[in-house]
């Protein structure tokens, strides 16, 4: 059983920062009104600069949070410590951080992960069936694109 201080150490050591690939902190202690059920984080490319993405979900609402990556380690264990029970981090390892009533901390499943290649860009492009600005006969035919390969917009 660890504190607080030693849990962050042993996953700073154990864990690289800059190749978590995700996280989920979950099973709320309390599951009351206006509280997150469960906390989701991804990497994200913002501005040409690495963050993570904090992902609350409170009843039908997501709220996102970007923190930077010297944070992540501390800000994961504060969220669980609040609130929750368990906290699965996947990065250069795969493992659990698990909390009990009096609020030390255990790590499970200690196993080396590969990390597989992940797009963190913030504004994704669309997977469109056609590519935009590309001539399709047929639907030039039934009058839905022109020439040029531009969509007609309903009117």
Same mark, same amino acid.
């Given at each position: 059983?660890?504190?607080?201080?030693?849990?962050?150490?042993?996953?700073?050591?154990?864990? =690289?920062?800059?190749?978590?690939?995700?996280?989920? !902190?979950?099973?709320?202690? +309390?599951?009351?009104? $206006?509280?997150?059920? *469960?906390? #989701?984080?991804?990497?994200? @490319?913002?501005?040409?600069?690495? @963050?993570?993405?904090?992902?609350?979900?409170? $009843?039908? /609402?997501?709220?996102? /949070?970007?923190? +930077?990556?010297?944070?992540?380690?501390? &800000?994961?264990?504060?969220?669980?410590? =609040?609130?929750?029970?368990?906290?699965?981090? +996947?990065?250069? !390892? %795969?493992?659990?951080?698990? &909390?009990?009533? /009096?609020?030390?901390?255990?790590?499970? $499943?200690? /196993?080396?992960?590969?990390?597989?290649? @992940?797009?963190?860009?913030?504004? =994704?492009? #669309?997977?469109?069936?056609?590519?935009? $600005? %590309?001539?399709?006969?047929?639907?030039? %035919?039934?009058?839905? @694109?022109? +020439?040029?390969?531009?969509?007609?917009?309903? *009117?």
């Amino acid at each position: 059983m660890l504190n607080t201080k030693e849990v962050i150490n042993e996953l700073k050591n154990k864990i =690289n920062i800059y190749e978590v690939s995700s996280a989920v !902190i979950s099973d709320p202690v +309390k599951k009351t009104e $206006g509280t997150a059920s *469960k906390v #989701k984080v991804k990497p994200v @490319m913002v501005k040409g600069e690495l @963050m993570y993405q904090l992902s609350s979900f409170v $009843g039908d /609402k997501v709220y996102h /949070k970007n923190i +930077k990556p010297d944070e992540i380690i501390e &800000r994961l264990i504060a969220i669980e410590e =609040n609130n929750f029970k368990q906290c699965e981090i +996947k990065a250069n !390892i %795969r493992c659990t951080v698990l &909390r009990n009533k /009096k609020k030390l901390f255990t790590i499970t $499943g200690v /196993k080396e992960n590969e990390i597989p290649q @992940m797009t963190v860009q913030h504004n =994704n492009t #669309k997977n469109y069936i056609f590519a935009e $600005g %590309r001539y399709v006969d047929w639907m030039f %035919r039934l009058g839905l @694109m022109d +020439k040029e390969g531009h969509i007609h917009s309903n *009117k």
